[in-house]
């Protein structure tokens, strides 16, 4: 039978729910990804926790703690920190950034702070204003740590 024959099959069953019974065959759920969309004319303050991808278009002055995504928009603004899988600036940050598999920096983007990441791409146009330096991919412990200041050395008259 060709994909616009003219004969039908009758022989197809379907299988049909019947109250008080399972069907026949159950498909599982399918996965959820949580997103979460901070909209342009919307300011949180505060800590932003969780799984998932966060997309700000807004405003958000506080720390971002995430297991998966940050995208900050061409409108959005960052007042701090942030840390998750991956990193994803568009508009401003003003923090250091610690992506623990990527960040990207586009264009329009803009981050005054420092970062930590695996895998690092800066955009021509993007402006980086701060140090940045390259974990090892599935490290442990990737939080920053600026790296220690040295004592000043004594004069000797």
Do not use: C
């Not at 997103?35 to 971002?64: A, D, N, W, Y």
């Not at 703690?65 to 508009?91: E, F, Y």
């Amino acid at each position: 039978m060709g994909f616009f024959s003219s004969t039908q099959r009758t022989d197809t069953q379907y299988p049909i729910a019947v109250e008080g019974e399972k069907p026949q065959e159950s498909l599982p759920p399918p996965q959820k990804v949580a997103s979460t969309l901070i909209t342009q004319g919307v300011t949180i303050k505060g800590t932003v926790e969780g799984e998932g991808v966060v997309q700000v278009e807004g405003v958000v002055e506080g720390e971002f703690s995430m297991v998966g995504a940050v995208i900050v928009a061409d409108t959005g603004v960052v007042r701090g920190p942030i840390t998750a899988d991956v990193v994803r600036v568009a508009g401003k940050v003003e923090g250091n950034v610690t992506a623990r598999e990527h960040m990207r920096l586009e264009q329009s983007g803009t981050l005054i702070g420092d970062v930590a990441t695996a895998s690092l791409v800066v955009e021509d146009g993007g402006r980086l204003n701060g140090r940045s330096s390259m974990l090892k991919p599935g490290s442990e412990n990737p939080k920053y740590e600026a790296p220690a200041k040295s004592a000043p050395k004594e004069e000797k008259n």
